[in-house]
């Protein structure tokens, strides 16, 4: 992996996540042999242009072809190749899903399956292409990790620790060319740890993928008004980091959970799940997502503010918040 500084993420989020993808992965397949790629006919679109010409024989264009994609992934993978299949979210996730069900749930096999242009990153692509119910979905499979990288370097980070690891994951890709920078310089990432990004505070918000850089733009704004918040970047959203989640409930007085995804299943529901289940005392838990409906197109700017997805957006959102916590005191 490049080292992380200033001056390379800058230029990472510049390119965008799809691109360091490929990036990423043709350099870890320059020192193993074993990692191979495939792709549902996007290979352009996942950034594997350069792989696919320096590494023919470790690379393959399934066609248009999703849940043949998974079958063929989970049969390489069988065959001790690090597997890393990418495709559109929704293609990966719903279309795919018996395959993801029965050949990285059940039968175990390690494959990374790498969603790509998640939450509404594909834009004026539409609703057909957003990836806003793909965690609800694989949040149900048994012994599948989900992980979502909060920008760039993160995603190098992810790739990193998936090579070797022995367990089926969903690589969860939001954002696009110049979504905020969260890592300008080396960090720990391990796998089911989340990274708290700032102190303990009373206002916590817990996030993953592009919109953690979002929310640490809200924590400034939120300075401004005179309330102290803090970030928690909760990079994987199964199996959640449980130590991190009682050092919060323990601590803060409000807790906000802010997803590109709808607010029916995703990363709010598993904490909620996680507190009720773990009888846990929990100050008050907002989810902030996307609601449950299909959603206006447009730029990707546009639906993040139209959505208040935005740091502006999150800002707001929480000081609306935290004042009905006010006057129900």
């Known amino acids: 992996m490049l080292e992380i500084s200033a001056r390379n993420a800058r230029g990472w989020t510049r390119i965008g996540p799809r691109a360091i993808y490929g990036q990423a992965l043709t350099a870890l397949a320059s020192a193993d042999p074993n990692i191979f790629a495939l792709s549902a006919d996007l290979g352009r679109s996942s950034g594997l242009d350069r792989f696919s010409k320096e590494y023919p024989d470790q690379f393959l264009n399934v066609g248009i072809a999703e849940q043949n994609m998974v079958g063929c992934a989970a049969g390489l993978a069988r065959m001790g190749y690090h597997v890393f299949a990418s495709t559109f979210a929704p293609f990966a996730s719903m279309r795919a899903s018996e395959q993801v069900r029965m050949n990285m749930g059940y039968m175990r096999e390690p494959v990374k399956l790498v969603a790509l242009g998640s939450g ?11 990836g806003l119910e793909d965690v609800a979905v694989m949040r149900t499979v048994p012994g599948l990790t989900i992980i979502a990288p909060a920008d760039c370097a993160e995603i190098q980070k992810t790739l990193e620790a998936c090579v070797g690891y022995d367990k089926p994951v969903y690589i969860r890709l ?8 969260v890592y300008t310089e080396d960090y720990v990432f391990e796998i089911g740890k989340a990274v708290r990004l700032t102190p303990l505070r009373e206002v916590m918000l817990i996030s993953s993928g592009t919109t953690v850089g979002h929310c640490l733009g809200a924590v400034e704004l939120l300075a401004q008004a005179g309330i102290e918040a803090g970030v928690l970047n909760m990079h994987t959203i199964k199996p959640l980091d449980t130590d991190a989640l009682a050092d919060i409930a323990a601590k803060a007085r409000a807790i906000f959970v802010i997803e590109e995804h709808t607010t029916v299943g995703g990363l709010g529901s ?4 996680h507190y009720n289940d773990a009888g846990l005392s929990c100050p008050p838990v907002f989810r902030h997502g996307i609601p449950d409906r299909f959603v206006e197109t447009g730029d990707y700017t546009f639906m993040l503010k139209q959505n208040r997805l ?6 707001e959102v929480v000081k609306e918040r935290l004042g009905r916590i006010g006057a129900d005191r």
């Open 174 to 181: 939001t954002g696009v060319p110049n979504s905020p920078v």
């Open 120 to 130: 509404l990153s594909m834009n004026y692509l539409g609703n057909s292409h957003f």
């Open 270 to 273: 598993a904490i909620l799940d």
């Open 310 to 315: 935005d740091a502006e957006g999150i800002a």
